[in-house]
């Protein structure tokens, strides 16, 4: 079972920042492509950023350039830098290891609230 651990989630003002982390095993982070999705109640779970072990980077088009995706590989690794948040931003965010169809792994969620 691979684990994948998110953190940095919780309540910010529109306008704020936030820094998602999610740890994942060394064995995967060295080969996967590392990403973040989002699933806001009622919506279909959506693609917010991905990284490719080399490098390679996409965004949606709804967080370009307010949002960074990058990845520590000494840590084993993968940030979400979330800058200029909006409400429509809330939603669970989360990770995602992908090498196949067959081995696509998913972390626990972490909640991301924008609100005054």
């Known amino acids: 079972q691979v684990q994948l651990v998110e953190s940095g989630g919780g309540l910010v003002q529109p306008g704020g920042s936030l820094r998602l982390s999610c740890l994942a095993p060394g064995s995967i982070f060295s080969v996967y492509t590392m990403g973040w999705y989002r699933q806001a109640p009622g919506k279909q779970r959506e693609l917010v950023a991905a990284?490719?072990?080399?490098?390679?980077?996409n965004y949606a088009d709804f967080v370009k350039g307010r949002f960074t995706i990058s990845r520590d590989n000494a840590k084993n690794t993968v940030y979400l830098q979330m800058n200029s948040l909006k409400p429509e931003d809330t939603a669970v965010y989360y990770c995602?290891?992908?090498?196949?169809?067959?081995?696509?792994?998913w972390g626990q969620g972490t909640q991301v609230t924008v609100s005054s």
């Open positions: 995602n290891a992908w090498l196949t169809a067959r081995h696509n792994y």
């Open positions: 990284v490719t072990n080399g490098g390679g980077i």
